[in-house]
């Protein structure tokens, strides 16, 4: 998986030497071959690099499409459920939006300390090693990404057949080509174009919002008509069964998932323009706005639906609409599906330059650390989430792989947050523009161990299988990373594989740009400089 065995030939393919050779050909020709010649390479950028195109805008659209997929129009009645009355839910989401506001802020100190794409394999590998991320390199991309992106790709196929299948379940083979039509043409998009892709993007996150805002505003009518008796304390208040530490652990922990998505941007950024500035004010306006959007949804369903009404729905969203909106109930199952096409192509360009980061570090093969030499996208790596993806499609054991990888992504970001705490008495003077309280990390530790804790008691073999998922490439790692000296003839073959795939993909490797930072000396007391702050 080193870079040894591809560099000879793929070295003479680089982004630099590529464009250098394009603009040395002799100029003896006739004028008017030599004015055609300029037109012809115009097309080609000067410098091969990824492409800063992800401003504030895309910046917040990326973090709040992928935190808002199907899960709040479908089952917020997790939450509901082992939480145990109305009012307690609802304070249940306030508090799992401020979890993931403590999350995130510590990731936005992270993410402007060590300014590389790749978010918790990068932090992770930088702060412990190489062994340590790429366990987490490892069971993202063998199972956790392509088994979100199948999960969300079978939600939109089930809700777009919907209106064909009105009477009965969609076909297993219907839903199946679908979703992977979805997914091919996601991936030509990402491969296309990265400003495309923030586009959709952008477009799809403001259509979630405005699905979202309807079923607010008719919740909103409902109780300025006097429809809130659910929602009264004396009636939001009442437990219909013992409320446990247990319970209130699970409950929380349907909200947490809800939530998922709020590290995202950090899986790219660096293609955020200036994101020492933009990552942080994204992190700050998308996280308290969809805690709101959450909050005010959950009450908008109360406003109309009773608990028990909520409880026996399996798609509250669709209930809702069926219950106020009449003939323009359509809308819902539309809006699940917009939803979801957003969160496929969120995940995709994301979960792409997670690989990308992977490789450019010499974890996974060096192929997928290489864009294509015109259009600065890493089509690699976006080819590869999206075969993988497939193949979790054809398995069809979707929902089991996800109970085992949660426990996973959960764990990541616990050993992220307490590795930001090692890395503050490790490069105590490192020159970091936000620094948050140290009691923010703490308190999310603090909750982070008590719902991981409780999952090892009460889920011990789903626990154990994600464990075993995660080890199994410790083998991996030493094999395919630390054994440097390998065969010669398996040098040559991932010589002339990645060779190969550099001419069908036309891809190269590319152009670094340095990051500024300071001296690694500078004393605390200067790294403190009138333009950071602290939180």
């Given at each position: 998986m080193d870079r040894t065995g591809s560099g000879r030939k793929a070295d003479r393919m680089d982004g630099h030497n590529g464009i250098n050779n394009i603009s040395s050909r002799p100029h003896h020709r006739a004028s008017s071959a030599s004015e055609g010649k300029k037109r012809k390479t115009k097309k080609v950028p000067d410098k091969v690099t990824l492409k800063k195109e992800i401003g504030l805008l895309s910046a917040c659209t990326i973090i709040i499409g992928n935190i808002i997929g199907s899960g709040i129009f479908i089952s917020p009645k997790g939450v509901l459920e082992h939480s145990g009355s109305v009012g307690m839910a609802l304070i249940v989401w306030v508090l799992g939006g401020c979890i993931a506001a403590l999350g995130s802020l510590c990731y936005a100190e992270l993410g402007v300390s060590i300014?590389?794409?790749?978010?918790?394999?990068?932090?992770?590998?930088?702060?412990?090693?190489?062994?340590?991320?790429?366990?987490?390199?490892?069971?993202?991309?063998?199972?956790?990404?392509?088994?979100?992106?199948?999960?969300?790709?079978?939600?939109?196929?089930?809700?777009?057949?919907?209106?064909?299948?009105?009477?009965?379940?969609?076909?297993?083979?219907?839903?199946?080509?679908?979703?992977?039509?979805?997914?091919?043409?996601?991936?030509?998009?990402?491969?296309?174009?990265?400003?495309?892709?923030?586009?959709?993007?952008?477009?799809?996150?403001?259509?979630?919002?405005?699905?979202?805002?309807?079923?607010?505003?008719?919740?909103?009518?409902?109780?300025?008509?006097?429809?809130?008796?659910?929602?009264?304390?004396?009636?939001?208040?009442?437990?219909?069964?013992?409320?446990?530490?247990?319970?209130?652990?699970?409950?929380?922990?349907?909200?947490?998932?809800?939530?998922?998505?709020?590290?995202?941007?950090?899986?790219?950024?660096?293609?955020?323009?200036?994101?020492?500035?933009?990552?942080?004010?994204?992190?700050?306006?998308?996280?308290?706005?969809?805690?709101?959007?959450?909050?005010?949804?959950?009450?908008?369903?109360?406003?109309?639906?009773?608990?028990?009404?909520?409880?026996?729905?399996?798609?509250?969203?669709?209930?809702?609409?069926?219950?106020?909106?009449?003939?323009?109930?359509?809308?819902?199952?539309?809006?699940?599906?917009?939803?979801?096409?957003?969160?496929?192509?969120?995940?995709?360009?994301?979960?792409?330059?997670?690989?990308?980061?992977?490789?450019?570090?010499?974890?996974?093969?060096?192929?997928?650390?290489?864009?294509?030499?015109?259009?600065?996208?890493?089509?690699?790596?976006?080819?590869?989430?999206c075969v993988a993806t497939l193949v979790i499609l054809c398995i069809g054991e979707t929902h089991n792989l996800i109970n085992y990888v949660s426990f996973i992504n959960y764990l990541s970001y616990g050993v992220t947050i307490a590795g930001l705490l090692y890395y503050r008495w490790k490069k105590p003077y490192l020159y970091r523009p936000i620094q948050v309280s140290v009691l923010v990390p703490i308190c999310y530790l603090l909750f982070w161990a008590l719902l991981l804790g409780f999952s090892l008691y009460s889920e011990p073999v789903v626990c154990g299988v994600g464990l075993v998922i995660m080890l199994t490439g410790v083998p991996v790692y030493f094999l395919g990373v630390h054994w440097k000296e390998k065969p010669k003839c398996i040098l040559d073959f991932v010589e002339k594989a990645t060779h190969l795939g550099q001419r069908l993909c036309f891809v190269v490797f590319p152009q670094m740009e340095p990051i500024e930072t300071p001296p690694a000396d500078r004393r605390r007391s200067s790294a403190r400089s009138s333009f950071s702050f602290h939180l």
């Open positions: 300014p590389k794409s790749g978010g918790d394999y990068s932090y992770v590998t930088e702060i412990f090693g190489g062994l340590m991320g790429f366990l987490l390199l490892w069971s993202a991309v063998l199972i956790m990404y392509p088994t979100t992106l199948a999960v969300i790709a079978l939600t939109f196929s089930s809700y777009v057949l919907q209106p064909v299948f009105p009477n009965c379940v969609p076909p297993y083979m219907a839903t199946r080509m679908l979703s992977a039509t979805c997914l091919l043409l996601l991936t030509w998009v990402n491969c296309w174009s990265v400003r495309m892709a923030t586009r959709i993007q952008d477009i799809f996150t403001v259509g979630k919002l405005m699905a979202l805002g309807l079923i607010i505003v008719v919740g909103l009518v409902q109780i300025c008509h006097g429809h809130y008796e659910t929602l009264t304390p004396q009636v939001a208040f009442t437990f219909d069964k013992s409320l446990s530490v247990g319970q209130m652990a699970l409950a929380f922990l349907q909200a947490s998932f809800a939530f998922s998505g709020w590290n995202f941007l950090n899986y790219v950024t660096e293609e955020v323009v200036e994101p020492r500035r933009n990552l942080p004010r994204a992190i700050y306006i998308s996280i308290p706005l969809v805690t709101f959007v959450y909050t005010l949804t959950n009450i908008a369903y109360f406003s109309s639906m009773t608990p028990e009404e909520l409880l026996s729905s399996n798609a509250v969203a669709v209930t809702f609409g069926e219950k106020l909106l009449g003939t323009f109930s359509v809308i819902m199952p539309i809006s699940v599906a917009l939803s979801t096409f957003g969160g496929i192509n969120g995940y995709l360009f994301t979960s792409s330059r997670l690989c990308f980061s992977g490789a450019r570090e010499g974890h996974l093969p060096s192929l997928l650390a290489m864009i294509h030499y015109k259009k600065c996208t890493p089509i690699p790596a976006l080819l590869v989430c």
